[in-house]
């Protein structure tokens, strides 16, 4: 089992920035591709960027949406994954939740945990 709690989430301006952390606990969470979705107001959640297990910048992925405006990174000694989010726009407000797996955190229908989720709104 692995225990996900967001924090960093909050109320911003367009264009500002925000960093979401995430920090795991239980079972060797630092070996787990680790993740971010999201999911806006009658919206579907979907895929943000996520991160593989050897550390920062390695095997990193992002949605085409986010690309070039945020950045995910790992601390394995703190097990915690943040997601820093520049140029916020008005489109990014959404509920951000964390997500681990043993083998992707890329693909919804095959991450076996999940945050409880942090709420980003941005006004525009």
């Known amino acids: 089992q692995v225990h996900l709690v967001e924090s960093g989430g909050g109320l911003v301006q367009a264009g500002d920035s925000l960093r979401l952390s995430c920090a795991a606990s239980?079972?060797?969470?630092?070996?787990?591709?680790m993740g971010w979705f999201r999911q806006a107001p009658g919206k579907e959640r979907e895929f943000v960027a996520a991160?593989?297990?050897?550390?920062?910048?390695?095997?990193?992925s992002y949605a085409d949406s986010v690309k070039g405006r945020f950045i995910i990174y790992r601390d394995n000694a703190k097990n915690t994954v943040y997601l820093v989010m520049s140029s916020l726009k008005s489109e990014d407000t959404a509920v951000y939740y964390c997500?681990?797996?043993?083998?992707?955190?890329?693909?919804?229908?095959?991450?076996?945990?999940w945050g409880q989720g942090t709420q980003v709104t941005v006004s525009s």
């Open positions: 991160i593989s297990s050897n550390g920062v910048g390695s095997g990193s």
């Open positions: 997500a681990a797996d043993p083998v992707s955190a890329r693909v919804e229908s095959k991450v076996d945990y």
């Open positions: 239980g079972r060797a969470p630092g070996w787990y591709d």
